[in-house]
């Protein structure tokens, strides 16, 4: 079983950015979908964004379409979220997960699940504050 540490949270003014990391500990990283979800004070976890195993297919809920980036290292077992024009809505703590390791190459190059039940490994978490 992988394990799935967060970091890069923090303090953040609104419309700033901030990039956070996930550093993964499986070898068969690559072969993972991996997903971001957040979890604000009073509310449910939620996604945020997923990446298919081979980087080629990425998926945003609609809050955070065309302001965060999802993306992966595979060699470095590194997992990204670059969040720009952060907005008072968005402190939380942000979880980076990962699913069921994959074996076809329709599934590598194309696989991103949204749902919260489709991940098996969860990082612990980083928290992300925004300030006015």
């Known amino acids: 079983q992988g394990r799935l540490v967060e970091s890069g949270g923090g303090l953040v003014q609104a419309g700033n950015s901030l990039t956070l990391s996930c550093k993964v500990s499986d070898r068969s990283f690559s072969s993972h979908p991996m997903g971001w979800f957040r979890q604000g004070p009073g509310k449910e976890r939620e996604f945020v964004a997923a990446?298919?195993?081979?980087?080629?297919?990425?998926i945003y809920s609609d809050s955070v379409k065309g302001r965060f980036t999802i993306s992966r290292e595979n060699i470095k077992n590194l997992l990204y979220l670059q969040m720009n024009n952060l907005n008072f809505e968005e402190p939380a703590v942000y979880f980076c997960a990962a699913s069921r390791g994959l074996t076809t190459i329709n599934e590598l190059l194309n696989t991103a699940p949204k749902a919260p039940s489709e991940y098996e490994y969860w990082g612990q978490g980083t928290q992300v504050t925004v300030s006015s």
């Open positions: 990446i298919s195993p081979s980087g080629l297919r990425e």
